[in-house]
């Protein structure tokens, strides 16, 4: 349910792999329009949300000025529960530069397969991710792979495509 209110959950999308697309055999992925609303109509969400598309990035040309915008956004907000769409690659870069903004619960999310994709983890992570922005306390978290972490204590293990204690 769409709606501004202090009390619902922003929703910042940045991009990644989320909301990749593919288009043919001689193309790469990019990243095209993105499918969060789509996904929480599905799940039939009634909790007030609001949507907001900040950037269309890969996590690996995230500048610094890019986290810095995002931080303006989740600092300047009315919303005390923020969700993050975020590519994986530096998924804990932007958690960092996050880390002094308090009295809101961010949470990070991703996907390892685009959410187009039959076999994506990306709903699951989205759901768990707008849960864990109405339940956790304040703090920035990322939720993937089934769990909450706290974003300083979590890393991408490349090798196992998951993310992992540290």
Not at 142 to 161: C, E, L
């Amino acid at each position: 349910m769409a709606g501004t209110t202090a009390d619902g959950v922003l929703i910042l999308t940045t991009g990644g792999t989320i909301d990749k697309l593919y288009f043919d055999a001689l193309s790469t992925y990019q990243i095209g329009d993105s499918v969060v609303g789509s996904l929480l109509q599905i799940a039939r969400v009634t909790m007030p949300f609001r949507l907001v598309e900040l950037m269309r990035k890969d996590s690996l040309e995230l500048t610094d000025a890019d986290r810095s915008h995002i931080a303006g956004a989740v600092a300047d907000t009315p919303e005390r529960r923020i969700v993050i769409t975020h590519g994986t690659d530096t998924m804990t870069q932007t958690a960092q530069a996050l880390a002094g903004i308090g009295g809101k619960t961010i949470v990070l999310v991703g996907a390892l397969a685009p959410a187009r994709f039959a076999e994506s983890d990306a709903t699951f992570n989205l759901g768990m991710a707008f849960a864990a922005a109405q339940v956790a306390p304040a703090g920035v978290w990322i939720a993937m792979n089934g769990t909450m972490f706290p974003a300083d204590r979590v890393r991408k293990d490349r090798a196992a495509n998951a993310f992992v204690a540290q």
